[in-house]
């Protein structure tokens, strides 16, 4: 891991508009560092004319809120960057997450905070959203994106560990080690071998062969199984694993049917009535993906018809924002239901959840945080144009990186270079990604007054979604 550099100085518009530049010691045109620019995103918003002045900050104003117990790895991260780091173990609700995140500038969370427009809109400072996990469905991306706001997770930091998940859930469920587990701590000796399986020789079924599903097809057929999976999208065999074309044939071949879709709308209630039908008798459903993707209502009934052999699930459709007892009634109004069937392994969506995956996770994405907020790269990011420079060094004096994010429309760097037009222009990049594009230069001879030039130039700019500069 490379080390961001730090922030010495930085400048940001305040809410009010009613700020100086700072002549503040902390900040300095020709040290390493930052100088934070426009906190404000709103390209048709209610600012028609850039800040009249502009308020420092240093590293030590930079304000990140954790939620959901993010590992410890990222809270050192970030704390060595000096920023304020606030840590939460629960996630939030959404009239408290909306008045923690009016002021700050970077939120990391997992997969049950919820990042709606309706909640984003009131995140005025917000520059980056960390999501500690793989999942980001639980973030409006394109809101984000089009409000400037760059989106990071960490895609296979943790798919090992619902890979070994799903192979212990497979050999429980063939074994019916939920059930006999609970028996005997109800003091029930009950041994028996009808219905038990060795999973040796048997089928598994893997929808989506990403990540986790391919991690699983290697796992698997190292203990005997014969692996197929169904994906959209033609993908390279693991091992002697097939890729079947269409999922019904996939649900008629498997013996254990184990799913690792992302949350879409195209794989709401993926697993229903039908595709149960269409299943083995006896056969095994396994869902550690999201919780919509199987109609739970279907799975209880295929359960207590006896069609299926047993379940395991880790999502659901609504999880609680914290741990504590009474939950049951509202992850769904059919997991009631659901707990009284037989082999039916429930976990609290702890697929990801080991200290590997967790420690992993914290350095991968509370690093990429801080190269975003330091530095300007965007690599990882997953609502944004991907780009990258190295760092400013010490020894370039009267450099400054301008950050601009912008509409992607023509005209935009006949413009921007207008405005640099008295300035070495020593790097320049630009990528695109839909409606949103990003651009980072590093220009030469500046001057600390050229920098509030810059900036209120290219605030005026009709393209602009958001500026930084960093120097
Ligand atoms: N239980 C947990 O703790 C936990 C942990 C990590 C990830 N997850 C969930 O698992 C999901 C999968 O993770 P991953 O890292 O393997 O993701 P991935 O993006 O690497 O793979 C997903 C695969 O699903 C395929 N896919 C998409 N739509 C499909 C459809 N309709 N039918 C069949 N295949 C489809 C994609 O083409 C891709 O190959 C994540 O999106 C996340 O929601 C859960
Ligand atoms: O998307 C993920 O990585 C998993 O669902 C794990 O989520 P969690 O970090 O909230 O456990």
Redesign the pocket.
């Known amino acids: 891991m490379s080390s961001p550099v730090p922030v010495s100085g930085a400048v940001a518009e305040s809410s009010s508009n009613a700020v100086t530049l700072s002549t503040s010691p902390t900040i300095s045109a020709h040290s390493p560092g930052s100088y934070f620019g426009s906190m404000n995103r709103r390209l048709t918003s209610s600012f028609t004319a850039p800040p009249k002045t502009l308020k420092p900050f240093n590293t030590e104003d930079m304000k990140v809120l954790l939620l959901e117990n993010i590992n410890k790895t990222a809270i050192d991260i970030l704390n060595q960057q000096g920023y304020q780091v606030e840590v939460y173990k629960t996630s939030l609700d959404e009239e408290e997450l909306i008045e923690k995140i009016r002021d700050v500038h970077a939120i990391g969370i997992r ?1 049950k905070t919820k990042l709606t427009a309706k909640v984003l809109r009131e995140a005025k400072n917000l520059v980056a959203i960390g999501c500690f ?5 639980q973030v409006d991306l394109e809101y984000a994106a089009r409000h400037g706001i760059a989106v990071f997770n960490s ?2 930091s ?2 090992r ?2 890979a070994e ?1 799903v192979i212990g859930e497979i050999i429980a469920l063939a074994r019916q080690l939920g059930d006999r587990s609970m028996e005997m701590h109800q003091n029930t000796w009950n041994k028996v071998s009808a219905k038990c399986w060795e999973i040796r020789g048997k089928t598994l079924g893997i ?9 699983l097809s290697v796992l698997a057929e190292s203990m005997g199984m014969s692996v197929v999976y ?4 033609p ?1 390279m065999a693991l091992g002697t694993a097939r890729q079947i074309s269409t ?1 019904n044939e996939l649900l008629s071949v498997s013996d254990f049917v184990t ?6 709308p ?2 709401h209630n ?1 697993i229903s009535g039908p595709q149960i039908a269409a299943m083995k008798e006896g056969a095994y459903l396994i869902n ?3 919780g919509n993707v199987v109609d739970i209502r279907a799975l209880v009934n295929a359960l207590s018809s006896g069609k299926l052999g047993g379940a395991a699930l ?2 659901y459709p609504n999880e609680p924002a914290k741990n504590g007892p009474h939950f049951v009634e509202t992850l769904n109004s059919w997991i009631p239901e659901l707990v009284k069937q037989k082999n039916v392994i429930l976990t609290p ?5 080991t200290e590997e995956a967790q420690s992993a996770i914290g350095v991968e994405v509370g690093t990429a945080l801080t190269k975003y907020i330091n530095e300007g790269s965007t690599i990882g990011a997953v609502n944004f144009p991907e780009l990258s420079l190295r760092p400013l060094s010490a020894d370039e004096e009267g450099h400054v990186r301008v950050l601009y994010i912008h509409s992607n429309v023509p005209g935009v760097l006949r413009t921007v270079n207008e405005i640099f037009a008295d300035h070495n222009i020593e790097k320049q990049y630009s990528e695109s990604r839909g409606e949103v594009a990003y651009m980072m230069a590093d220009i030469a001879d500046v001057t600390t007054s050229d920098i509030k030039t810059l900036y209120e130039q290219l605030y005026n700019t009709p393209f602009r979604i958001a500026i930084r500069l960093l120097y």
Do not use: K, M, W
Request: with cysteine.
């Open positions: 997969s996990c793989i999942g980001t469905n895609p296979f943790n798919s560990s619902v998940l929808v989506g062969y990403g990540h986790i599903g391919s991690q169904y994906d959209v999208v993908l999922l799913l690792h879709v992302p949350q879409l195209e794989t993926l550690a993906s999201r880790d999502v969506h702890i697929g990801g959840s």
